[in-house]
């Protein structure tokens, strides 16, 4: 799934209840105090920050039966309802945007930049999937966030001019990547792009920018990227409910082509084990030709690309 596109408290069994082996229950954002929800640095906060959190302080907490009636109201229009959700998650947001401190960005710009992703959230929530709003509104804070971030760095570290050429480098290193059913070399970037191989390894380094487990995170430099990256033995919540409910909209969408286009799509993307076939290997399956397969390939991913369909998986792969 992730072909196709940023811990937690509970992980869920089979039946998506959670697993008490792995629960390990913490203070509720909403329920900290202002200095817990600031952290070890609460006393370097300025005064402006102070001042929100005593603002957002006041709102009263809804319960998972107010939880769900707003949902609904705000399914229905009611901006009033839309407007309570949002305010009750509030410290969500400061809570969240406090552990990007320190990446280049002022703690109340990453707040108002994690409150537009929470407003996003609360447009886009169904109640009836069975997820909490925190959990939830929780991928879209921090898409909100990490996006601002990689913006700001990108306007600093990218001469201006570059950011087309990365553009349509990214565009036919994907359309290779799926002709060929393996990432393409350099080289093969440059044939088709009409460069130098040279000229595209370096416009790759520009793009990628990667960073050191030892870039230091906080004001005090006393931690670095390495000590917050995750356990991936164990799936947070947050992680689970966006795979879950991608696979769902995803198969929803899918359903709407012939038999045919769905399967050539499922196998050329491996989309049901993870392994991309090339056209070869699916032309085989279906025992005709690499280009009938390309013919029916391009044909579903035309229809894919219609409103009616692609507004379905355009909140998963705008990344």
């Known amino acids: ?62 319960s998972n039966e107010e939880e769900k009636e707003l949902a609904i109201a705000v399914e229905n229009g009611d901006l009033e309802a839309k ?46 999937k069975g997820f909490k709003f925190s959990t939830y509104a929780t991928w879209w804070i921090r898409q909100a966030i990490t996006r601002a971030i990689a913006d700001q760095a990108r306007t600093i570290r990218i001469p201006v001019h570059m950011v087309e050429t990365i553009n349509k ?54 931690s670095h990227l390495g000590d917050f990256i995750e356990d991936e033995v164990i799936e ?5 409910t966006t795979r879950v409910v991608l696979r769902e909209q995803l198969d929803e969408v899918l359903d709407t082509l012939t038999d045919r286009e769905e399967n050539v799509l499922r196998l050329r993307f491996g989309l049901d084990d993870g392994k991309m076939r090339t056209l070869e290997d699916v032309g085989k399956v279906f025992n005709v030709t690499r280009e009938r397969i390309r013919q029916i390939e391009a044909k579903a991913l035309r229809k894919l690309r219609h409103p009616s369909r692609s507004k379905q998986l355009k909140d998963f792969i705008e990344d």
């Open 236 to 240: 947070n919540p947050v992680d689970y």
């Open 83 to 128: 407007q309570r959700l949002a305010e009750a998650n509030l410290r969500l947001v400061v809570s969240i945007a406090k552990r990007y401190v320190g990446r280049g960005m002022q703690f109340l710009d990453l707040i108002q930049e994690g409150n537009m992703g929470l407003m996003k959230a609360v447009d886009k929530f169904d109640y009836s």
């Open 1 to 62: 799934m992730e072909r196709l596109t940023d811990g937690g408290i509970s992980i869920t069994d089979k039946d998506g209840n959670p697993s008490s082996k792995y629960v390990v229950e913490a203070p509720k954002p909403e329920e900290l105090t202002d200095e817990e929800l600031l952290g070890s640095n609460s006393a370097k906060v300025n005064d402006p920050v102070r001042m929100y959190l005593k603002e957002i302080g006041v709102v009263p907490l809804l």
């Open 169 to 222: 480098l990214v565009r036919e290193q994907r359309n290779l990547l799926q002709e060929l059913g393996q990432d393409p070399t350099p080289e093969q970037i440059a044939e088709r792009m009409g460069m130098t191989p040279d000229k595209v390894r370096e416009i790759l380094k520009i793009a990628q920018e990667p960073v050191s487990l030892e870039t230091p995170i906080g004001e005090e430099d006393d």
